[in-house]
């Protein structure tokens, strides 16, 4: 866990959620900010537009457990939202989240990315982000990925965690980031479906339209080109935004040992797609 969110910990666990707090969780790197601004614009897309255009994703959507020293925590900006529903953004694995979003039954959105792609784009977000420790080389990122030696700890963790979860607790939305690169207004109607939301076909198209990779891309207000804590020289937060890239970054070699050591590690129930 980074260090400041560590010292943070009680605050956050003792966040009391409402029954209308819709929570975002996800492996950092899964497509957290993509969701977090197709639920953004269908609750409030229509009723405040000039939302989009002022406000930044992580204040709009906030990082429930966000320490960090040069901007208002998490739970600070939580408080002070003035609209509702509060959708919330989380990277806890299960077992870390509030008790009280369970005892609220709150909705719950859960994205999963396969983990040979989740993991290049975690290695390219680490080498940008100065509030995190250099990434080292990629071979050694690789091998502690595997390990589950990261922030937010193991991905094989998180996936089946989560997955776990799901097969108890009725109100999770467990959904898929190739699923949405495949289909994106397929997945909009589902998770409109799982959110009781009937939104004209319309605004449907509109905001698969504000949603796509390019426009987010050049969106400051999603892109996080504003939030000073990422050298865009080194790489970019809309960084490639494709399933399969992972094979510019795999070796044979690292192929063939991730995938013995993934059959191992993964709930079969899982079918992860690693290219379309
Ligand atoms: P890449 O680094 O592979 O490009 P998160 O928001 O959870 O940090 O996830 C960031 C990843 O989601 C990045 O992946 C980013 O490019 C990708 N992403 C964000 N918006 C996207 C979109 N509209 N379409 C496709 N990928 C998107």
């Given amino acids: 866990m980074i260090e400041c969110f560590a010292s943070n910990w009680e605050k956050v666990q003792s966040f009391q959620a409402r029954p209308d707090d819709i929570l975002i969780a996800t492996y950092p790197k899964a497509g957290t900010t993509w969701v977090s601004y197709i639920l953004d614009l269908l609750y409030f897309g229509q009723t405040s537009p000039e939302r989009q255009t002022s406000i930044p994703i992580y204040e709009r959507v906030p990082f429930l457990e966000s320490a960090f020293p040069f901007m208002d925590t998490g739970t600070e900006l939580l408080e002070k939202l003035p609209t509702s529903p509060r959708i919330i953004k989380t990277h806890f694995p299960v077992q870390f989240v509030p008790k009280s979003f369970w005892k609220q039954n709150c909705k719950i959105i859960y994205v999963a990315r ?96 504000k949603v796509n990779f390019d426009s987010m891309k050049n969106n400051d207000m999603v892109n996080y080109s504003t939030i000073g804590v990422m050298d865009f020289n080194v790489s970019r937060f809309m960084r490639k935004g494709k399933v399969g890239d992972w094979k510019n970054h795999f070796t044979v070699a690292q192929n063939e040992e991730f995938d013995e050591d993934y059959k191992k590690k993964i709930n079969p129930a899982l079918n992860f797609r690693t290219e379309l």
């Fill in 114 to 209: 396969n983990a040979k792609d989740n993991m290049v784009s975690y290695f390219h977000m680490d080498r940008m982000t100065l509030t995190q420790p250099d990434p080292g080389d990629w071979n050694t990122y690789f091998q502690r990925f595997m390990q589950g030696q990261m922030l937010y700890g193991s991905w094989y963790d998180h996936v089946n965690g989560w997955w776990k979860k799901k097969q108890s607790y009725a109100n999770i939305h467990y959904m898929f980031y190739e699923d949405m690169i495949e289909d994106t207004g397929r997945e909009i109607n589902k998770l409109c479906n799982f959110l009781g939301l009937s939104p004209s076909e319309q605004l449907k198209t509109q905001i698969s339209g």
